[in-house]
């Protein structure tokens, strides 16, 4: 079954940059969508970004807009996310789920849920 490791979490400071990788295993990620999400303590899990095996980016947060990108490398079965200009109230775990396109958050099916990457921003 899909499974994915996410890494690259960290403590910064607001205004700070951190690149989020989210590596597969299991399965090639060459015709599949990969959605970002994150859960901050206490609320629901919302999406962030998704990118489809053509490359075409559907974002579910509109507070990331022009801040966080995401990408692929299809050879190293990875999706990451760039995250740039933090702010505290990105904090969360981030965790990334696949399915056949980029649908609505709660339809991510074909992976199970990792442990995530604990994102803190915080002076």
């Known amino acids: 079954q899909l499974r994915f490791e996410e890494s690259g979490g960290g403590l910064v400071q607001p205004g700070g940059s951190l690149r989020l990788s989210c590596t597969a295993s299991g399965f090639a990620l060459d015709h599949v969508a990969v959605g970002w999400f994150r859960q901050a303590p206490g609320k629901e899990r919302e999406g962030v970004l998704c990118i489809n095996d053509s490359g075409d980016i559907r974002n579910y947060a509109d507070s990331v807009k022009g801040r966080f990108t995401i990408s692929r490398d299809n050879a190293k079965n990875t999706v990451y996310l760039q995250m740039n200009n933090l702010r505290p109230e990105d904090t969360a775990v981030y965790y990334c789920?696949?399915?056949?396109?980029?649908?609505?958050?709660?339809?991510?099916?074909?992976?199970?849920w990792g442990q995530g990457t604990q994102v803190t921003v915080s002076s």
């Open positions: 789920a696949a399915e056949e396109i980029c649908v609505r958050v709660g339809g991510f099916h074909l992976s199970t």
